[in-house]
C-alpha cells in the first residue's frame, strides 16, 4: 500500500506556524520508522512543512519508558515554538544549577548556576523532564497531523523503491523513508551497507525513581529535593547522577558503573543488591538514596563512531536521532540532538517543489547537522573520562580546575567580575564557550541562514564539496 492512501479517514492538516508560514509547494509522502523522540518531532515538522506523514512503530502500543531527560534551552525554544511551553511549566522542573561532587563525602568541587542565568542568557529555560512526560507531550501535539501505526515491525527496507516490507508481509511505498529507529537501528544498515556492530564502552547505567516524599523525610536528602540542581556525583570508574522530575515528584537517579553482563535494553531489570554493593564505599548521602531503591534497570553502554553519511546512496533513505549519532549520555544531549535533527528537516524540506529536489535537500540537512551532532558525541564521551578519574594526582588537578571556576561563578552571582578563563574547564557546563555553542543553537535560525545563504544555487547543483557526506572520524578523538 502507499504511505498517502493509509491515513486515517478524515484527516487533514491543520494551518501551520513554523517556517514563517512556509509550506512545500510539492507535498511528499513520507515513512518515519520509529516513534520515538526524535521519530514524533520530525513527523511534526514534515508535517508544519506540508508534507503526508505515516509513522510506522513495532511496539504494539505508546508505552511509558525511560526515566529522567533533559531539554536544556536548545530544546525547549524548539518546544516552546511548538506550543508546548505550558506542558513544560506543568510537568518539567527548571534545573537551577550543576552541583559536581566528591563521592566520598558530598564535596562540591563544581558548580555552575543555570535557572534564571541560563534562561536569560539564551532566552530559553533549561528543564528536567520523565522521558515518558517528554515523549507524550511530542505524541499529543504530533498525532492529528499524522497517521501512526503500532504493530508495524519493518523487517527490511527497498531504498530505491522507496519502500519498506512490514512483519506481516505488507509493503509500504513513498517518496521519501526517514530512519528514527534509534540505536538498534534497522534502517543504518541500509546506509552503511552492511551489519554495523557497536563496541562496548566497559560501562552500564543503573536507573531507578524515588519518589521524593521519601526524600524529604530526611533533612540529610530534603536539600536534594528543594535545591533543584543536578547532582552528579564523582568517584573511580563510576558517578552518579541524580535530579528531581515531573514538577519535583520523583527524584531520578542514574548510576554508571563497570559493566558486568548488563544487555542494551532501557527495560532490562538490574540487580539491586549487586548494585548498593558496588557504591558501597561511597558518602552516606548516596547510601541513604541507595537505601529508598526497591528495584532497578541496568542498561549496557554501547558507542559507535560517526557515519561516512547519514543518507543512502540512492537518495530516498536518511537517518535522524540515535539511528545515526546515538550518545553517550555523559552530557545529557541525546535527545536534543534528535529533536534539532527534526526541526532542521522540517525547515528545510518547506522549500521542496519537485521531488528531483529530495536529494539535494538531504544534503543540506546532513550539511547543517553532521558537524554539531558529532561535535556533541565527543563532548558526551569526554565527560566520561572526566568524571570516572580514581583518586590521585589526575583527579586532583580536575578538582583543582572545578573549583577555580566554581569560585569564578559564585563571584559573578555576588555580582564582581569574572576574573577566570573558563575554556577548556573540566566542569564542561563552566566552559562557556562551549555553552554557547550547545544552548545558543537555534535550530531553524541555522536552517533560515543556511537557506539563505545557499537555497538559490542548492536546486541546480551536484552536491558540491560543502553538502558531500562528510568523512568519519572517532567520537573519541579528544581522549
Known amino acids: 500500500m502507499n504511505a498517502q492512501e493509509s491515513k486515517p479517514a478524515g484527516w487533514t492538516h491543520q494551518p501551520d506556524h513554523l517556517y514563517k508560514g512556509r509550506r512545500a509547494s510539492l507535498p511528499l509522502n513520507i515513512v518515519v520508522i520509529g516513534c520515538g523522540l526524535g521519530g514524533l518531532a520530525a513527523s511534526y515538522c514534515l508535517a508544519q512543512a506540508g508534507h503526508t506523514i505515516t509513522i510506522l512503530e513495532a511496539a504494539s502500543a505508546i508505552g511509558e519508558v525511560g526515566a529522567g531527560v533533559q531539554a536544556s534551552p536548545n530544546v525547549s525554544r524548539l518546544l516552546m515554538r511548538w506550543g508546548l511551553g505550558p506542558r513544560l511549566e506543568e510537568l518539567g522542573v527548571k534545573i537551577q544549577a550543576i552541583s559536581l561532587k566528591r563521592w566520598t563525602n558530598d564535596e562540591v568541587v563544581g558548580w555552575t548556576p543555570l535557572g534564571d542565568v541560563i534562561e536569560k542568557e539564551y532566552g530559553s529555560p533549561f528543564y528536567l523532564l520523565h522521558r515518558a512526560d517528554f515523549h507524550r507531550m511530542l505524541y499529543n501535539v504530533t498525532e492529528s497531523y499524522c497517521n501512526i501505526r503500532v504493530n508495524s515491525r ?10 519498506v516490507t512490514l512483519a506481516s508481509g505488507e509493503v509500504v511505498t513513498a517518496d521519501l523513508i526517514i530512519g528514527a529507529d534509534g540505536v538498534k537501528s534497522v534502517t543504518r544498515e541500509y546506509v552503511v551497507g552492511g551489519p554495523d556492530k557497536p563496541r562496548v564502552t566497559g560501562d552500564a547505567a543503573y536507573r531507578a525513581l524515588i ?10 536528602l530534603k536539600p536534594l529535593v528543594e535545591k533543584m540542581e543536578s547532582n552528579i556525583w564523582m568517584g573511580p570508574g ?22 558486568e553482563g548488563a544487555v542494551e535494553s532501557w527495560t532490562a531489570e538490574g540487580n539491586v543488591d549487586k548494585m548498593k554493593e558496588y557504591y558501597k564505599g561511597w558518602s552516606t548521602t548516596v547510601q541513604k538514596l541507595l537505601a529508598l531503591v526497591p528495584s532497578t534497570l541496568d542498561w549496557k553502554l ?9 543518507i543512502h546512496k540512492d537518495g530516498r533513505l536518511v537517518l535522524l536521532g ?12 541525546g535527545s536534543a540532538m534528535a529533536i534539532e535533527d527534526a526541526a532542521v528537516l522540517g525547515n528545510i524540506f518547506s522549500h521542496c517543489s519537485d521531488r528531483s529536489q529530495i536529494l539535494p535537500l538531504l544534503y543540506a540537512y546532513q550539511s547543517l547537522r553532521y558537524d554539531r551532532a558529532t561535535a556533541t558525541q565527543t563532548s558526551s564521551s569526554l565527560n566520561r573520562h572526566i568524571f ?11 578538582d583543582r580546575d572545578m573549583r577555580a571556576a566554581m569560585e569564578d561563578a559564585l563571584r559573578v552571582v555576588r555580582g564582581e567580575q569574572s576574573t577566570f578563563v573558563l575554556a577548556g574547564n573540566a566542569n564542561q557546563w563552566a566552559d562557556k564557550t562551549k555553552s554557547d555553542i550547545q ?13 539563505f545563504a545557499n537555497g538559490n544555487r542548492l536546486m541546480t547543483l551536484v552536491p558540491s564539496l560543502e553538502l558531500k557526506p562528510r568523512v568519519a572520524h572517532s567520537a573519541n578523538r579528544d581522549h
Not at 154 to 159: G, L, N, Q
Not at 211 to 220: A, F, M, R, Y
Request: aromatic content about 10%.
Open 154 to 163: 519493518v523487517v527490511s527496507v527497498d531504498p530505491l523503491t522507496p519502500s
Open 211 to 220: 519518589p521524593t516524599e521519601k526524600l524529604l523525610q530526611d533533612d540529610e
Open 238 to 259: 563510576g558517578h552518579i547522577v541524580g535530579y528531581t522530575i515531573r514538577a519535583k515528584k520523583e527524584f531520578n537517579l542514574v548510576m554508571m558503573h563497570p559493566d
Open 302 to 310: 554501547m558507542d559507535r563512531d560517526p557515519l561516512p553519511s547519514w
Open 322 to 333: 540515535d539511528s545515526c549519532h546515538p550518545m553517550l549520555p555523559y552530557r545529557a544531549q
Open 388 to 398: 570516572h578519574r580514581p583518586d590521585g594526582p589526575e583527579q586532583e588537578d580536575r
Open 439 to 451: 544552548f545558543g543553537y537555534d535550530a531553524d535560525e541555522e536552517a533560515e541562514k543556511w537557506w
